[in-house]
């Protein structure tokens, strides 16, 4: 019996250490892209500074920013004129607090507001959300319903039939996955494990900032999606992701020389003229070439 035990522990040991190795191994994600050597950490903490001085930090992820990062400082950016110091702009409005508000957001309502806010300015983006919530209060409601009543229901915040076809392969998919319409689990799962959670939900990924890491030369323009992930992964500081993602993704729905769409396009909320990302734009060509 001892022997029996000491082997089971011996054994138990041998696999703590084994599974130890594998997550150490998977904590190490290799840079395609070595030799690239754009952005570095003052230059995307100057990028950082020159999008909240142009559009200030998003309110609709200041609720979030609170749970994760440090007040931002009342610091002052290079200026967008070509004049002196532009103070940098904070929205100070709390929102709906996260704990304090009468309902809780749900991760999955956070998502489908997330695929509901492309292409389309945050004002139309809440009202599609609420208009949705209205029509199907529940996300099972949602799932069952035809494309042409969620169409219908999502229409003022554009692309109604894309969108609309995203949410319910996103639910079909999570319902065949996890028995359930919920995404409560990933509050519990670290940074990486959520990336790979959400990874198998088409149409859920990080299209824009890749587009403007490669307008302004941080990322190779030969780089698919996912290399050019992994590099800025590797590239930009823990400390500045979270804000960084969030002005790159406001700030590719206002211009649109960042995310390269229609120089005819019209929009009522444009700051082009104004772009501070297009003093970068002039760097991309010295970056040197990928590996």
């Known amino acids: ?27 190490v994600v290799v840079d395609p892209y070595p030799s690239h050597p754009r952005p570095t950490p003052v230059e995307c903490r100057a990028v950082r500074d020159d999008l909240l001085a142009l559009h200030g930090f998003p309110q609709r992820f200041e609720k979030y920013r609170k749970l994760r990062l440090p007040p931002l400082p009342h610091t002052s950016s290079p200026g967008l004129d070509g ?27 956070g998502l ?26 529940t996300w099972q409601d949602v799932l069952a319903a035809d494309s042409k009543s ?7 915040g554009g692309l109604a039939v894309t ?7 996103m639910l079909s998919c999570l ?30 990924g990080p299209k824009t900032v890749i587009q ?3 307008a302004i030369g941080w990322v190779p323009a030969v780089a698919d999606r996912k290399k050019a992930y992994l590099h800025l992964n590797r590239r930009i500081p823990d400390e500045l992701k ?28 444009s700051h082009e003229s104004s772009c501070p990302l297009l003093t970068y734009c002039g760097d991309a060509f010295k970056s040197s070439s990928p590996n």
């Open 83 to 109: 004049g002196g110091g532009t103070p940098v702009k904070l929205d100070q409005s709390d929102g709906d607090d996260v704990n304090g508000s009468s309902q809780k957001e749900s991760v999955l309502d």
């Open 150 to 156: 969620i169409e219908n229901a999502i229409r003022c």
């Open 175 to 204: 319902l065949e996955r996890k028995g359930k319409l919920c995404l409560e689990y990933l509050r519990d799962l670290t940074v990486d494990e959520i990336k790979t959670e959400l990874s198998h939900f088409k149409g859920i």
């Open 242 to 269: 979270f804000d960084l993602n969030c002005l790159l993704f406001t700030h590719g729905k206002l211009c649109h020389e960042c995310t390269q769409k229609g120089a005819n396009q019209k929009r009522k909320e």
């Open 212 to 214: 403007i890491g490669k």
């Open 112 to 137: 489908v507001s997330i695929i509901l806010s492309q292409n389309t300015t945050d004002v139309n983006s809440q009202r599609a959300f609420a208009s949705l919530k209205s029509a199907f209060p």
């Open 1 to 27: 019996m001892q022997r029996s035990r000491k082997r089971k522990q011996e054994e138990s040991s041998s696999c703590s250490k084994e599974s130890a190795t594998k997550s150490a191994r998977n904590d």
């Open 163 to 169: 969108k609309a076809s995203c949410i319910k392969k």
